[in-house]
């Protein structure tokens, strides 16, 4: 009976022994605790994408002009050696430029340095791969000031320019009168006129160090300051 006993007692011992252990509960709460540690950090995230610079950028601020070449820029072609082909032209309305020993090229809304290379393969049989160099002589591009400057009017575009540096081509601003923390931008893009408003008192506190460029025919209105008398 006692030896029959025995393998009954040993079964039961390794029943118990399968039974579900008790940490399964604590995995439960990790996992929770996992859950809330991962609110909190998305929390965080996104109060700092809140106050990150970026979430305050214009949507103009990125319009950087790439001072491709226009109708009516008159530009100056130099080869190193072949200087029989060297001319100075002025870009017709159609955008071209008439160039001895290969007519008319297309050059308007390419580069310089665009342009430079479709000449170089062009010229590759006439002038075996002389260097040649385009530069801008009188440029047709501008952007218009008005409003509280010293010289309003117009302000030859012959390289990037932000909305500050205009205003200084224009004389500066006029202390007095000068609202600096509403500068009007007019634009047209794809035949809408848009408007862009810039705030240049936190930008001359360095509290924006995001620069808004401008493009060819932008107009830059500075604001006059309300006096109530």
Same mark, same amino acid.
């Given at each position: 009976?006692?030896?029959?006993?025995?393998?009954?007692?040993?079964?039961?011992?390794?029943?118990?022994?399968?039974?579900?252990?008790?940490?399964?509960?604590?995995?439960?709460?990790?996992?929770?605790?996992?859950?809330?540690?991962?609110?909190?950090?998305?929390?965080?995230?996104?109060?700092?994408?809140?106050?990150?610079?970026?979430?305050?950028?214009?949507?103009?601020?990125?319009?950087?002009?790439?001072?491709?070449?226009?109708?009516?820029?008159?530009?100056?072609?130099?080869?190193?050696?072949?200087?029989?082909?060297?001319?100075?032209?002025?870009?017709?309305?159609?955008?071209?430029?008439?160039?001895? &020993?290969?007519?008319?090229?297309?050059? $308007? #809304?390419? =580069?310089? @340095?665009?342009?430079?290379?479709?000449?170089?393969?062009?010229? *590759?049989?006439?002038?075996?791969?002389?260097?040649?160099?385009?530069?801008?002589?009188?440029?047709?591009?501008?952007?218009?000031?008005?409003?509280?400057?010293?010289?309003?009017?117009?302000?030859?575009?012959?390289?990037?320019?932000?909305?500050?540096?205009?205003?200084?081509?224009? &004389?500066?601003?006029?202390?007095?009168? $000068? #609202?600096? =923390?509403? @500068?009007?931008?007019?634009?047209?893009?794809?035949?809408?006129? *848009?408007?862009?408003?810039?705030?240049?008192?936190?930008?001359?506190?360095?509290?924006?160090?995001?620069?808004?460029?401008?493009?060819?025919?932008?107009?830059?209105?500075?604001?006059?300051?309300?006096?109530?008398?």
């Amino acid at each position: 009976m006692n030896a029959k006993a025995n393998p009954g007692q040993n079964l039961e011992l390794k029943t118990e022994s399968c039974q579900p252990p008790m940490p399964v509960q604590k995995t439960g709460v990790a996992w929770a605790g996992l859950g809330w540690f991962l609110v909190v950090c998305l929390c965080l995230a996104g109060c700092r994408t809140g106050s990150s610079p970026a979430a305050r950028i214009d949507p103009g601020a990125a319009g950087y002009s790439t001072n491709n070449l226009l109708e009516g820029d008159v530009v100056n072609i130099t080869f190193q050696y072949s200087t029989n082909y060297n001319t100075t032209q002025k870009i017709a309305l159609d955008g071209t430029l008439n160039l001895q &020993g290969i007519g008319q090229v297309k050059a $308007a #809304d390419k =580069s310089t @340095v665009d342009l430079e290379g479709e000449l170089t393969d062009a010229y *590759k049989i006439l002038a075996k791969d002389d260097p040649i160099t385009i530069k801008i002589v009188e440029a047709e591009s501008a952007v218009y000031v008005s409003g509280a400057v010293t010289r309003p009017g117009k302000i030859p575009m012959e390289r990037p320019l932000t909305v500050l540096e205009a205003i200084m081509e224009a &004389g500066g601003y006029d202390a007095y009168r $000068a #609202d600096l =923390s509403d @500068v009007l931008v007019l634009r047209v893009e794809n035949g809408q006129q *848009k408007s862009y408003r810039i705030n240049l008192k936190r930008v001359l506190r360095g509290e924006d160090e995001t620069p808004f460029y401008l493009k060819p025919f932008d107009v830059v209105q500075v604001a006059t300051k309300t006096f109530n008398l």
